[in-house]
């Protein structure tokens, strides 16, 4: 019996704790299940407020920079990983190409200016990227109206209407940064108002952190030294995006150009409001006239060998003469006009926000690597070459890259090779160029840009001017009129000076002798233009770097 009651009371004990034990374990489950639950619906909203803030408030800057981040890690691993015999490149190239500029294009705002500037050397990518890369000049979304009447009333106040008869809602262009709008004053003086587009200032940032991370992977990935430039092109676009900055350009290049004997009288630059004027609006004088992307109609109308006269003449002056170059001459920031007071023709110049001053030191460095191509002096080449950091082997690509012509030819025979291999050769070609980065004059990059654009706008009008002659008299102008001052120049100083001026203009005279005997030949039998035999010319050579297929770029586009 006794036995039994302890059966009994350890039984009732044993269920008693198995019930509390499977309390507990229910009630741990349920907690489990009720954390889980919260976790998920906290991360949820978390994530989608963050989704929210980060598209309402920042303009999306921080998802566009996750999917930068995404895409552009997918190409540097492809590239890395993939660019051997055992792939085929070409379709590589083809599906990066295409990752690449969707990226660009659904980004918009500084991911195509970006673009635009890689763009403009696109001929050393290969042809995939090139065919791509030309379309961005078609890439500029315009804001609606609401958007701008916000930016409006932020920077001017909410009474802005009061300093105008009317505004156009519709905008006459668009570009990556900014659009403009034609208005008239209270005063009946018409302006074009330039109105940054309402996400740039928020996304600015980010987009410059995510050009310099890239530059940085880049770099690691194919051992080519890129992102010592990238600080560099970063400061001069946050200068593009502050109006303040074109308004004092314009102003600078203006007294530049009145000053100038040849230029004051055709070349205009349109004048500022400033009291319309902020870091996001920029008001200035409305000018009618004809871009020069308008080739076909602009030889009905007007002088096209006067056109780019006056277009070379004030961008070679700029460059060698007075070390402020503007960096965006594209044929659309560019109108042909009759002045109304004197009926004289003459070019308008827009869009200031982007420039390069050149020191002193560098100007006349440039003049002198200009002298030295035309004397054929390979040893004063080499010497600015290494003194610019670029490896004296590589001195013959960066003088055909200076003058865009041919210099030497490299001696390279590169038939024999596979696409793989000559991609290959060209990469190698580019990591010896840049030798010591830290000696490399910044400034170059921009000047570069500059160049093939106007290289371009002369080979599109068919060469009328002879560029190469013209760069290189304003080059020996800038280096004789404003060399370093000498106390006492001695006889064979002068006498040696005298030699190498003699030189120089019986190149000139040759260099002109052959262009307007090749200027005859394209009229009688309408063959290529001398700029047209250059580039061939050129794109032979650069296959002789090992640059694949270069293409242009269509700078008539956009």
Not at 80 to 98: G, M, P, V
Not at 126 to 136: D, H
Not at 213 to 220: A, G, R, W
Request: contains cysteine; glycine residues 6%; positive net charge.
């Amino acid at each position: 019996m006794f036995r039994s009651l302890v059966q009994r009371r350890f039984a009732s004990s044993a269920t008693s704790a198995a019930v509390k034990r499977a309390g507990v374990s229910g009630s741990n489950g349920s907690s489990g299940g009720s954390r889980f639950l919260k976790f998920t619906v906290y991360g949820t909203g978390f994530l989608g407020a963050g989704f929210l803030i980060d598209k309402y408030y920042f303009d999306s800057a921080w998802s566009r920079t996750a999917k930068s981040f995404y895409v552009l890690a997918r190409i540097g691993y492809d590239y890395k990983f993939k660019f051997n015999e055992q792939h085929d490149i070409a379709a590589l190239h083809e599906e990066n190409a295409d990752r690449f500029f969707n990226l660009l294009n659904e980004n918009k705002g500084l991911y195509i200016k970006l673009g635009q500037n890689i763009a403009n050397q696109a001929s050393i990518l290969p042809p995939a990227f090139q065919k791509k890369f030309a379309k961005l000049y078609d890439s500029a979304a315009e804001d609606p109206w609401e958007k701008v009447d916000m930016i409006l009333q932020q920077e001017l106040g909410t009474n802005y209407n009061d300093y105008f008869n009317y505004i156009e809602k519709k905008p006459i262009a668009s570009a990556s940064i900014a659009q403009v709008h034609k208005a008239e004053l209270k005063t009946g003086e018409q302006v074009a108002l330039k109105v940054q587009h309402y996400y740039i200032a928020k996304q600015i940032d980010a987009d410059l952190m995510t050009y310099r991370v890239f530059t940085k992977i880049y770099e690691y990935f194919f051992e080519i030294p890129v992102s010592f430039t990238s600080q560099y092109i970063c400061d001069h676009l946050k200068e593009e995006v502050d109006f303040r900055i074109e308004l004092q350009n314009g102003e600078k290049v203006r007294k530049f150009i009145a000053d100038d004997g040849y230029l004051h009288n055709k070349v205009h630059v349109p004048i500022n409001y400033q009291d319309l004027s902020t870091k996001r609006i920029l008001a200035s004088e409305w000018c009618d006239g004809l871009p020069l992307t308008d080739y076909q109609e602009l030889k009905t109308q007007y002088n096209t060998k006067k056109i780019m006269k006056y277009y070379l003449e004030l961008f070679s002056k700029m460059i060698f003469q007075w070390g402020f170059v503007h960096s965006d001459p594209h044929p659309g920031n560019l109108l042909v006009r009759y002045n109304k007071n004197t009926k004289i023709q003459e070019i308008v110049l827009l869009d200031h926000g982007l420039y390069v001053e050149f020191p002193e030191s560098l100007r006349y460095e440039y003049c002198a690597l200009w002298k030295s191509l035309f004397e054929l002096n390979d040893k004063e080449l080499k010497k600015i070459a290494i003194k610019w950091g670029i490896g004296s082997e590589q001195s013959d690509m960066f003088a055909s890259f200076s003058l865009l012509k041919p210099y030497h030819k490299s001696g390279e025979n590169l038939a024999k090779l596979s696409n793989f291999e000559r991609q290959e050769y060209m990469k190698e070609n580019f990591k010896k160029f840049f030798q010591e980065t830290e000696k490399f004059p910044l400034e170059l990059i921009f000047l570069g840009r500059s160049m093939r654009m106007i290289q371009l706008l002369n080979q599109k009008y068919r060469a009328p001017v002879n560029r190469i002659n013209l760069f290189t008299r304003e080059a020996v102008k800038g280096y004789y009129l404003n060399e370093p001052d000498v106390k006492h120049p001695g006889f064979w100083y002068r006498f040696e000076r005298s030699i190498r001026y003699s030189i120089f203009v019986v190149i000139l005279t040759i260099s002109d002798i052959t262009f307007y005997t090749s200027k005859f030949s394209q009229y009688l039998f309408n063959t290529k233009n001398v700029e047209d035999l250059l580039q061939d010319q050129m794109l032979k050579q650069m296959k002789e770097f090992g640059i694949e297929n270069p293409q242009d770029i269509d700078i008539f586009s956009g």
